[in-house]
């Protein structure tokens, strides 16, 4: 990395620390202050170039996809009001992993007149060799968390055409166990009133109106989630996805029979 020359001038350095989630954040000694103490003895070794440590700026579960972190945004306003020269982080990815993001960093920097340097990374934003190395390493941050960010969409895609429960709005009638639907038997009556109310009126807004009227599940019901449970394929233990129909791991609580009047009467 090319440093600057010796100067009596001082660089007031940001530390700049982040980790995507909480876990181990709690422990005494945390990936926060390994990056901390890393970026401070790289400080320390630039003393003669009038480096100090002026402030600490830590994001501890926050995601680097986007820049919608408060101490990010704390530094930012650090180094706009003028009281910032250096930014200082262990890795570039610990900024930012998105290139567009990144880029509009850059840009603030520059305008701001404030260098970029990574403790890890032969990187220096001023010098041309450091600006087109930034490029690099940020195209390769972005491209790992999109392989990543398609991993687990492709996982949870399969876990779904297995029948599998991975999350979302849990459908009335159920809760959630170990990371499976199960059936609440209290509920579950109230659905199967719920279908058969519907095939002797066939208004899901009368409905919604008498369960309001009799407080059903403590919470506020409307024709739209009235209509939305006769069509959700949950009730007769299947996933539908992209589609497809396939077997769900849940218990029934509607019979076919029930479900296919159900539906003659919607069509």
């Avoid at 820049?67 to 262990?90: C, F, H, S, W």
């Avoid at 567009?100 to 001023?126: G, P, Y």
Wanted: hydrophobic share 35%; charged share 25%; with cysteine.
């Amino acid at each position: 990395m090319t440093m600057p020359q010796n100067t009596n001038e001082t660089r007031r350095c940001a530390i700049y620390v982040r980790k995507s989630t909480e876990q181990g954040l709690e422990q005494e000694y945390n990936s926060l202050d390994a990056q901390r103490d890393a970026a401070t003895a790289y400080i320390k070794s630039q003393e003669s170039n009038g480096w100090v440590v002026a402030k600490e700026y830590r994001d501890g579960g926050f995601s680097g996809g986007n820049t919608n972190r408060p101490a990010l945004q704390e530094m930012l306003q650090d180094i706009k009001a003028g009281k910032i020269d250096l930014v200082v982080v262990y890795k570039i990815d610990r900024l930012s992993r998105s290139i567009c993001d990144f880029t509009e960093l850059s840009r603030k920097f520059d305008q701001w007149n404030v260098a970029f340097v990574s403790v890890t990374q032969d990187i220096n934003t001023h010098t041309s060799a450091g600006r087109m190395m930034v490029s690099i390493l940020i195209t390769f941050a972005q491209f790992e968390r999109e392989v990543i960010t398609e991993r687990v969409r492709d996982k949870m895609a399969a876990s779904r055409l297995k029948g599998k429960w991975v999350g979302g709005n849990v459908p009335f009638g159920y809760r959630i166990v170990d990371k499976k639907l199960v059936v609440v038997p209290e509920y579950a009556d109230k659905v199967r009133w719920i279908f058969s109310r519907y095939m002797q009126i066939q208004s899901p807004k009368q409905i919604a109106m008498e369960l309001n009227r009799e407080g059903v599940g403590g919470i506020k019901w409307t024709n739209q989630r009235v209509s939305r449970m006769l069509t959700n394929y949950t009730y007769i233990g299947k996933v539908f996805y992209h589609n497809e129909i396939v077997e769900g791991e849940q218990e029934r609580i509607i019979s076919d029979a029930v479900w296919n009047h159900t539906q003659e009467y919607l069509r």
